[in-house]
């Protein structure tokens, strides 16, 4: 069975522009959490969805935004790079009292 | 505000020996608790969870305590193998388990097991 997949791997983008990061959970489940962890810290929540709607929002600026699709999948953008956005972002599919992590999206913003 | 606290950044352990990895909490509404393992270059994968109404859960090598008065559960790994080599991440949840993805997470306690 194929995990939670993310894509790219990895990026590099300078401060001003825009990323999309994209995820696909694990066949059958229909939440979606985004998670952003800088180097030498944990994962910080950043959102939860679950059936297309938003359940959740950790403490993150308005320039980070996501969406689910009708498929379970889902898209991080932000918006307006800035150098401390640089970090990897987790991508979780879940079932009561577990998450499963996608491998993360390496971002760099020089 | 830190509200899941791992204090030990590292942990060097030698083989067969026990490996005890500690974590603290603030927020007492937090009810259910996860350990989670990561490689360099994938991403976390669950080891062991347990609820606020347990002290202890044992999952073969792997075994979590609760200590809820004091706000602390840790993670002991018994016998100790180079394979456990890896940031051990503390997370909490204020749902039961049943917030289906919003965990609070602490900073990550580098285990080294040497052979």
């Known amino acids: 069975d194929a995990g939670v997949t993310q894509s790219p791997t990895h990026l590099i983008k300078t401060r001003g522009q825009q990323v999309t990061l994209r995820c696909s959970p694990i066949s059958g489940h229909k939440s979606v959490s985004w998670y952003q962890q800088v180097l030498g810290q944990g994962p910080q929540f950043i959102f939860q969805?679950?059936?297309?709607?938003?359940?959740g929002r950790g403490n993150f600026p308005d320039r980070f935004s996501a969406r689910q699709f009708p498929n379970y999948s889902s898209e991080l953008n932000v918006n307006a790079l800035l150098l401390g956005d640089s970090a990897l972002y987790l991508c979780?599919?879940?079932?009561?009292?577990?998450?499963?992590f996608g491998e993360g999206s390496r971002l760099t913003v020089l | 505000d830190q509200q899941v606290k791992q204090n030990s950044p590292s942990l060097s352990v030698q083989e067969g020996r026990i490996s005890i990895l500690n974590c603290d909490y603030t927020?007492?509404?937090?009810?259910?608790f996860l350990w989670y393992k990561k490689y360099p270059a994938e991403g976390p994968t669950f080891l062991i969870s347990?609820?606020?109404?347990?002290d202890k859960n044992e999952d073969g090598r792997f075994t979590v305590f609760l200590n809820k008065s004091a706000k602390h559960l840790s993670l002991h790994i018994v016998p100790s193998q180079p394979g456990d080599s890896a940031v051990y991440f503390c997370?909490?949840?204020?749902?039961?388990?049943?917030?289906?993805?919003?965990?609070?997470f602490g900073q990550g306690t580098i285990l080294t097991v040497h052979p």
């Open positions: 979780a599919s879940s079932l009561p009292g577990e998450l499963f």
């Open positions: 969805y679950y059936e297309k709607e938003e359940r």
């Open positions: 347990i609820s606020s109404i347990k």
């Open positions: 927020n007492s509404m937090f009810d259910y």
């Open positions: 997370a909490a949840s204020a749902d039961g388990g049943t917030s289906y993805g919003k965990l609070t």
